[in-house]
């Protein structure tokens, strides 16, 4: 479990400013709220009138919040998979197109030396070593009176994008966070407290937390202020995966923890191997035994390994398609010249598309006359084999999912899970592939598939038209009528569809990219 820890500020008594009434009641429920609910390991709070914190003043000036900033941040204390939160209650300032948080002390007509920047403070709370970074900024409190500057939003917003932050504002620029007399407290921190806590909202996530603050705020503002009132939260999180990660893993649901696994293989497939690393210590987090995060942390620690040993080479062919997957060809263990993975790196091109299998390719595919049935789960492929050589493509088409639902151990379940190719097909991947490539005449197979899918860029619906496979009809029957006008890589198709319909209608995810992602993630580990 990574190490949980934070900084709650909450400023009522300003010498220059209007002072608030319940921004010091807000920072000291944040920091209860960490402590006691959400177990952080330490909470440093910082507001009027408290006593110093092991020897640290906590008196929320300028100097001392520069030096507090300046001196727990010097050096890395925290890793990947850890969480810093920051929580500020008080004035915000935009000047000179810079977003500025205003100390006790803090002079409106001197914001540029005596206000810290939320650029600096974003800038140091980056120094800490936490991969998860949350800014919360209850920061445009100018009371009933008129607002001085724009508020703060503009600029921050810019610097949570470019650092990767995700930060929480209580309102939008040009807006109110308002404080209210019957609650002793401000509206956003309520309804952030309710979304985090367990008897409101249990938001896990930080999408939740986003929606539900959309929702609630603007309930409370209708409840005890004007009609025309307006006070609007939001969060930034970027990248967008961010907003699948999980704040409170005690709230967290299976889906919640898969959609996090699916940014993880995102991540992956587009070799930003540290994001993916990150994304998997976050499963870790949530699921300590979770051995499919295990294995994948693994398997991203041998792939930098072999991208310091062997570096990404350059193709002259097809370079804009490939660049995102391209990888040395592994080497054979046997003498069979049968494992067709076409590579644009080391590959020829095959021919283009051809709409009959009994067609011979102009560059066909050099594999031996008799393919191995080889297995190394004991599998029977005598079926499949005879199945192809009658072309009866359909049938042979069921078996191959059969067959590949017997190896990883879901014949029962009767889908794939994500994982479950990339870790169960070895040998046992060759002879499918092979046996397909060899009794189609180069015209299906998972390698003519891959070969496709580069070809179109990764483009999916060009590739899905190219195949003949639909979203909505899976591989559909207007072919069945003829079988030799079968698209070229229409086959197999089985295994993908089972997942597909698993994965839109019981995870609620959203259908195109998840589809896509394991689509292309999978045709690279074949």
């Known amino acids: 479990m990574g190490r949980n820890r934070a900084i709650s500020i909450g400023i009522n008594q300003y010498e220059f400013s209007q002072s608030l009434k319940?921004?010091?009641?807000?920072?000291?429920?944040?920091?209860?709220?960490?402590?006691?609910?959400?177990g952080f390991d330490g909470v440093f709070l910082l507001s009027d009138d408290l006593p110093p914190d092991k020897g640290m003043s906590t008196r929320p000036s300028f100097t001392n919040l520069r030096r507090v900033l300046k001196t727990m941040f010097e050096k890395p204390s925290m890793e990947a998979g850890d969480n810093f939160w920051f929580f500020f209650s008080g004035h915000g300032m935009r000047h000179k197109g810079c977003d500025y948080l205003m100390a006790c002390d803090s002079d409106p007509g001197d914001v540029e030396?005596?206000?810290?920047?939320?650029?600096?403070?974003?800038?140091?709370l980056g120094r800490c070593g936490a991969d998860n970074i949350v800014l919360i900024l209850d920061a445009c409190r100018e009371g009933e009176g008129s607002?001085?500057?724009e508020g703060v939003g503009n600029q921050a917003a810019q610097v949570a994008r470019e650092k990767g932050v995700i930060t929480i504002f209580s309102c939008s620029p040009d807006e109110y966070s308002y404080e209210i007399d019957d609650l002793q407290q401000g509206i956003f921190t309520k309804a952030l407290l309710e979304g985090l806590?367990?008897?409101?909202?249990?938001?896990?996530?930080?999408?939740?937390?986003?929606?539900?603050?959309?929702?609630r705020v603007p309930d409370l503002i209708r409840q005890y202020k004007k009609s025309d009132t307006r006070q609007t939260p939001d969060i930034i999180a970027e990248p967008a995966s961010k907003y699948h990660l999980i704040l409170c893993p005690q709230y967290a649901t299976k889906a919640d923890v898969a959609m996090m696994k699916n940014d993880a293989f995102y991540a992956e497939v587009h070799k930003d191997l540290d994001l993916?690393?990150?994304?998997?210590?976050?499963?870790?987090?949530?699921?300590?035994?979770?051995?499919?995060?295990?294995?994948?942390?693994?398997?991203?620690?041998?792939?930098?390994?072999?991208?310091?040993?062997?570096?990404?080479?350059?193709?002259?062919?097809?370079?804009?398609?490939?660049?995102?997957?391209?990888?040395?060809a592994p080497p054979n263990p046997t003498p069979i010249r049968a494992l067709p993975i076409l590579d644009p790196l080391t590959s020829e091109n095959?021919?283009?598309?051809?709409?009959?299998?009994?067609?011979?390719?102009?560059?066909p595919t050099s594999i031996e006359p008799d393919v191995p049935l080889k297995s190394e789960r004991g599998v029977d492929y005598t079926k499949l084999r005879d199945l192809l050589a009658t072309e009866e493509w359909a049938e042979a088409?069921?078996?191959?999912?059969?067959?590949?639902?017997?190896?990883?151990?879901?014949?029962?379940?009767?889908?794939?899970?994500?994982?479950?190719?990339?870790?169960?097909?070895?040998?046992?991947?060759r002879t499918i592939n092979q046996l397909w490539i060899k009794y189609s005449n180069d015209n299906f197979g998972f390698s003519i598939q891959k070969f496709i899918r580069d070809e179109v860029n990764e483009k999916l619906y060009e590739f899905l038209d190219r195949v003949g496979w639909d979203l909505d009809w899976g591989m559909g029957d207007k072919y069945r009528g003829n079988p030799h006008t079968f698209p070229k890589g229409h086959f197999p198709g089985r295994w993908f569809f089972g997942w597909y319909s698993y994965q839109g209608e019981d995870l609620g995810m959203a259908r195109k990219p998840a589809t896509e992602d394991m689509l292309w993630f999978n045709l690279d580990c074949f």
Not at 26 to 38: T, Y
Not at 113 to 124: G, K, L, P, W
């Open 22 to 38: 319940y921004a010091k009641r807000d920072a000291q429920l944040m920091r209860d709220f960490l402590v006691k609910e959400a």
């Open 113 to 124: 030396h005596t206000a810290i920047s939320i650029n600096y403070v974003t800038e140091r």
């Open 147 to 149: 607002k001085s500057g």
């Open 197 to 215: 806590g367990a008897q409101e909202g249990r938001c896990a996530t930080v999408e939740q937390l986003n929606d539900y603050l959309k929702g």
């Open 276 to 328: 993916a690393k990150q994304l998997w210590i976050r499963v870790l987090a949530v699921s300590p035994a979770d051995m499919q995060a295990v294995n994948a942390i693994e398997r991203i620690a041998v792939a930098k390994i072999q991208a310091e040993v062997i570096p990404d080479q350059p193709s002259s062919k097809n370079s804009a398609a490939t660049d995102k997957y391209s990888q040395p």
């Open 350 to 363: 095959p021919t283009k598309t051809n709409k009959s299998p009994q067609a011979a390719p102009s560059n």
């Open 397 to 429: 088409d069921e078996e191959t999912n059969r067959i590949m639902l017997l190896i990883a151990g879901k014949e029962k379940i009767g889908y794939f899970d994500i994982f479950d190719i990339k870790e169960n097909f070895c040998e046992d991947f």
